[in-house]
C-alpha cells in the first residue's frame, strides 16, 4: 500500500478506525479480530482507538484498546511497523452524555492506563481527545508536552481543534505537534480550514468519520451524486471514490475509516491505489 507519514513513522495512506468494533452495535470480538486482522492482510499499518471506545460503563474503559492489542498479538504476520494511535480526555459516563476531562493529571494517568491496555512502554501516537471547556487548552497540552518528555508517548496529536488550537499546541509542544483528528467527509467539510493549515505546516491531518459515519456511509453515493456518480464510471465503490478525494486533497491527509466487518476496510483499502482525474477531483470537490 502506498505510505503517507506520521511524525517520524511512514504508515498506510489508509488507517483504520477502531471506534465501530467497541460502541452499540459491536460485532462479536471474533469478528472484530478478523476485521483487524484483514486489515492488515490489505496493507493497514495505522490503527486509531481510544479509552472512551466502549459502551456506557465504567468496567468497559479501554474496551477497543484491549481488543486490538488482542488482535495485534494474535496476528500471524509481522506487526512490528504498526502505529496504533489512542486518545485520552474523552470520558462515557454510566449514564448522561459523553464528556470531556482535560485536567493534565488526568491526561497522564490516562496515558499510563492507555499504555498498559496496549501492552506497551511507550504510546506510538497520544492524541488529546476533545478539548474540555473547563481546563485551560495549554494546561492540557502542557500534559502532553510532560508525556512527550517523559518517553510516555512516542509523538503529540491534538483532536476535534481548531485552527488556533493547532497553532497554540505546536508551539506548546515546541514544534512536536505531529497529528490533528478532525472530522471530515462528504457530510462534514467544515474542517477544511484546519485541513489547509495541517498542510501548510506539515502536519498529519487525519479525517475522522470520512465516510459520513456509521449511519450514512452505506449510502454515501445516493447522498451525493458525484461520488456515486464516479464510482458507477470507474467500476468502483462510492466508499472508494470518497477516500481518494480526501488522500488528493493533500500528501498530508490519512483517511481512518472505521469498520466492524473485513469487508468494508478490505474495501476502503483499495482507495490507496486509486488515482482520480482532475476532473473527477474538480467534481468532488466542488
Known amino acids: 500500500m502506498k505510505q503517507r507519514t506520521i511524525g517520524d513513522i511512514s504508515v498506510s495512506a489508509i488507517g483504520l478506525g477502531g471506534m465501530p468494533m467497541s460502541i452499540e ?10 476485521t483487524i486482522h484483514a486489515a492488515l ?16 460503563a465504567e468496567d468497559e474503559v479501554g474496551h477497543n484498546e484491549l481488543l486490538i492489542a488482542r488482535a495485534l498479538k494474535s496476528y500471524g504476520g509481522d ?13 462515557r459516563p454510566e449514564s448522561g452524555p459523553w464528556a470531556q476531562n482535560g485536567h493534565p493529571d488526568y491526561l497522564k494517568q490516562a496515558a499510563e492506563a492507555s499504555a498498559t491496555r496496549l501492552g506497551v512502554d511507550a504510546i506510538g501516537l497520544y492524541q488529546y481527545h476533545r478539548p474540555d471547556p473547563s481546563v485551560p487548552y495549554a494546561d492540557s497540552i502542557g500534559a502532553l508536552r510532560e508525556l512527550l518528555d517523559a518517553g510516555t508517548i512516542r509523538m503529540a496529536g491534538i483532536s476535534n481543534a481548531d485552527p ?19 472530522q471530515f467527509s462528504p457530510k462534514f467539510r467544515s474542517s477544511e480550514k484546519e485541513l489547509v493549515l495541517a ?3 506539515g502536519i498529519a491531518f487525519l479525517p475522522w ?8 456511509a452505506a449510502s454515501l453515493g445516493e447522498s451525493y451524486e458525484a461520488f456515486g456518480r ?30 466492524s466487518r473485513p469487508e468494508s476496510i478490505t474495501n476502503s483499502a483499495l482507495a490507496a491505489d486509486f488515482e482520480l482525474t482532475a476532473e473527477e477531483f474538480a467534481a468532488l470537490d466542488a
Do not use: M
Not at 79 to 91: E, F, I, N
Not at 164 to 182: W, Y
Open 209 to 216: 468519520s470520512p465516510l459520513g459515519g456509521i449511519t450514512n
Open 230 to 259: 464516479i464510482a458507477r464510471d470507474r467500476g468502483v465503490t462510492p466508499q472508494i471514490v470518497c477516500l481518494a478525494w480526501e488522500l488528493a486533497k493533500s500528501p498530508q491527509v490519512i483517511p481512518i475509516p472505521g469498520a
Open 164 to 182: 488556533d488550537q493547532i497553532r497554540q499546541a505546536n508551539e506548546i509542544l515546541d514544534g512536536r505537534l505531529v497529528s490533528v483528528q478532525n
Open 41 to 56: 492482510d490489505a496493507g493497514v499499518t495505522f490503527i486509531d482507538t481510544a479509552d472512551a471506545y466502549h459502551l456506557a
Open 79 to 91: 506487526t512490528s511497523g504498526v502505529l496504533v494511535a489512542t486518545k485520552g480526555g474523552h470520558l
Open 199 to 201: 498542510d501548510e505546516l
Open 25 to 34: 452495535g459491536r460485532p462479536d470480538e471474533e469478528r472484530s479480530i478478523s
